[in-house]
Structures are given as C-alpha cells and as structure tokens.
C-alpha cells in the first residue's frame, strides 16, 4: 500500500536523535542480526532484553525509545536492545517480526546470559508474537517477557474501545483501525502470529504485563492474562488506575511509571536468580 502522505509527514515531525550516555548506561547505535537497533547497556547487566518499540507498527523507531530503553537499563540491570524494526506500509506483516526474531537469535547467541524480551503497544504485540513463533517452531524461548499496554488483537473488536473511548487521550478503535490496515494490508487478522491473543499459548515464558485502567487496549491485557493463565503460564497484571496508554514511557516522572519501572526490575531479579539455581 502507498505511504498515506499524513503518515509520512507525522514520521518527519519527530525526533530522531539517540540520546547521549549516562554515568551508568552507555547508549550505542548498532547492528545486531543485519537490523540496525540502538543499546543501553549498563554496568554488569545480568541479563540482555530485546524491545520492541511501540507506533501501531507505522510509526516509532529506535531513537525515541531510547530514553526509557536507559530507564529500563539502570533499573534492572539488563542491556537493552531496542529493535528498530521495519514498519508498515512500506513493509507489512510480517516483516516487523521478522526483524525481531533476527535480533532475538543473534543475541541469544552472543551472550551466555538470559534473554528477555519486551514492548510497548504494537511493540508489545510484536513480543509476544515473537515467543509465539518461537514455541510454535520449537526454537528456544526468552527467559521472561515484559509488556506495557501491548496490542495482541488486531481484530478491533475488544468492548473498551468503546467503554474507553472518552479517556483514552493516545489511541482509539478508529486509529486501531487504520493502523492494522496498513500493517495487514488483507492479511487475516487472526493470524496468530499477527494478534498473538489468538495463539496457543501453552509452554509461555513467566510474563509480566503493565495496563492503564483508561486506555482502549486495557481489554487486550485483561484477555491475555486470562489466556496465559488458562495456558498454565506465569502472568502477572498490573493495572494501573487512571493511567493512560503506555504511561510509563510517555509520562515517565509519574510515581506510577517509576513502579512499574522498578517492577521490571523486580521480576529480571527474579528470573536471574532463578536461572542462576537451576
């Protein structure tokens, strides 16, 4: 499908630059599996995660999520890969997953430590339907997964886009829309690999998933965790009254994001030191 001229200036409006190191994370620009992606990278990490970055699969990159890619990184002691994946319409399902696999497998391969992986939104959706690739072909699986507000169902059919309708100030049923539009471009939308809600979830890595009370997506969440859960998986929901989509990486000073931000980091400790004893 043509690039919607909107599109392409919305995507010109925005910010690109990676943001410079702290004392305690090196931000680098690298290529990992042939994809270009940006690392936060702390002291000692104790584990890597790959992220997916949210922009209903049209818009977003690398660059921006840098910022929480860093908060992310000093919180919990992880590298973070955040994958600049290729994005729709110019490149439509599944091409942004088969970026993400490339990353996942080149550093899973390059480090002996474990490997997370995690999104926000339509980056969410990409994580969860890479591990549902993964278990359907048998490949090795992430240690853990971390979500925040994550798309798992392109369907547009989940009941708080229209109970959210008024509070969610981010994303809506008709942006929804759209955005899987350019992204399927007539694929079947229940395409597991495309709305992971749809996938046999069984033999799913412990996940970890954020959701604001106000947003469309907060439906999505609440099935997935019911469906981890009805799977025998490890899931823990969080959700956070009166918060927005994906608040932790657009309102980052909030005490909620900070939480949610040190939850991360609770939940790679615990999975570290599991795998440390096993």
Known sequence: MPTPA???????????STPASTPTVEVTIETVGGVPC??????????????LHGGGFRLGSASGSAVFGVRLADAAGVRVVIVDY???????????????????????AASSRPVLVGGDSAGGGLATSLVTAALAAHLPLPRGIALFSPWVDLTVSARSYHSRARTDLMFSAARATEAAQLYLQGWDPRDPLASPLFADLRGFPPALVFVGSEEVLLEDSLALAHALAQASSTVTLHVAAGMQHVWPTVQPDLPESEAAVRRVGDFVAQLTRREGSA
């Open 86 to 108: 290729a994005l729709a319409p110019e490149h439509p399902f599944p091409a942004g997953l088969h970026d993400a696999l490339l990353v996942f497998d080149a550093v899973r």
């Open 6 to 16: 909107d599109l392409r200036e919305l995507r010109a409006s925005i910010p690109r």
């Open 38 to 51: 940006v690392a936060c990278q702390p002291k000692n990490p104790v584990a890597s995660l790959v992220y």
